[in-house]
Each structure stands twice: as structure tokens, then as C-alpha cells.
């Protein structure tokens, strides 16, 4: 297991002012999947008052080219497909179809997006000091740490995980996925699996 010895401390609070963070990832695993999403949001006194959210162009492809995507090209088979289509394929498509079905995010939409580097420094400046909240907060804070440390940076903040005090004030509830979450306080969440709406909810 990796060590982020300057990660923040996971905190049970409720503080006046923080950030809601959500990110949205091509996959789950640290070592080889990419941010493709992130929002931040400064809550103060239960206001919003101010907000920083991009889509993220994946360094690399993540897409899976299936039997059916073969076939809407006009071949039978893999092996009939010419090396240039299969590349031009790979170029346009980032992200994989359980991806674009989950969060909405289209391949599309993150040819045209920066790369994460470019948004690193305008990230780490908004969340400042700042409490980070967020739901299952240790899966974002995992991938944001990795992302800042690969540019010298250090994400120290410390972090609420909703999902850690719903389990201790819901205990009856099944389960404590942040849609179960929203559907019991009658939350109105619009996109889920999308990082505003997340970090919204």
C-alpha cells in the first residue's frame, strides 16, 4: 500500500467553512487510472460563495475497443482492422463506454479539456487550507494527493468523510452510498456521478 506521509488527517467535525470536493476517475486503481473530473466548492455559514470545476483530458487512452466497435467500423475481427484506425480509435476515445454511461462525460468533451497539470496550480491555490468534505473522501483525497505530488506539491488538508459520519448517525440505514445519503434527507441531486452534483449533494 502506498504511503502519503503528508496526507491531512481524516477529521469528524462540522466546520463553518470548508470545501465539498468530488472527483470523477476513469477507474478505480491509483497506480494507473486519471482524473477526469473535479469540482471544489467553499461553503461558508451554509453558503456557497465561491466554486472550481473542470473536466480533465486523460494523458492516456482508457477505452476498450470491443467486438461492436469493430463492427460499426465494417470489420469482422480485430485482426482486420488497419493499424491507423485502430490508433485514430484510441485518440478519440479516453475514457470507456461504463464511464460515459455512469457519469454522462463524453469522450468529446475531454479531447477539448486540459491536461491535469495545467489545472494543478489553480486547484491547489482554491483549496488553500481549507477542510476538504466530501463523501468516501478518501478515494478523491488519494487520487488529488498523487496528481499534486507528481507536480511538488503536498495536499496537507485535513478531511471530513460524510460517508464515515453517516454510518455512525444512520446506523439503520443499509447501506451509506452517498445516493442512499441524499434519498433519506430528500436531497435533490441532478448528474449524479458528475463532480458538481457530487460535491454538491
Known sequence: ??????????????????????????????????????????????????????????????????????????????????????????????????????????????????YIESILPNIFSFLGTHILVGHNIHFDINFLYDAFENAGLYLKNDFVDTMRISKKLLPDLPHHRLKDVVDKYKISQDCAHRAYADASA
Do not use: W
Not at 476513469?26 to 455559514?45: H, K, M, P
Open 1 to 114: 500500500m502506498k504511503t502519503r506521509e503528508h496526507k491531512g488527517n481524516s477529521i469528524i467535525a462540522f466546520p463553518n467553512e470548508y470545501i465539498s470536493i468530488d472527483i470523477e476517475t476513469t477507474g478505480l486503481d491509483f497506480d494507473y487510472d486519471e482524473i477526469i473530473e473535479i469540482s471544489a466548492i467553499l461553503v461558508r455559514n451554509g453558503a456557497i460563495v465561491d466554486q472550481y470545476s473542470s473536466l480533465v483530458k486523460p494523458h492516456h487512452s482508457h477505452a476498450f475497443l470491443t467486438l461492436s466497435d469493430i463492427n460499426k467500423l465494417g470489420f469482422n475481427c480485430f485482426s482486420e482492422m488497419p493499424e491507423d484506425l485502430e490508433k485514430e480509435f484510441f485518440e478519440t476515445h479516453l475514457i470507456p463506454q461504463y464511464i460515459e454511461s455512469l457519469t454522462g462525460i463524453s469522450n468529446s468533451e475531454l479531447l477539448n479539456a486540459p
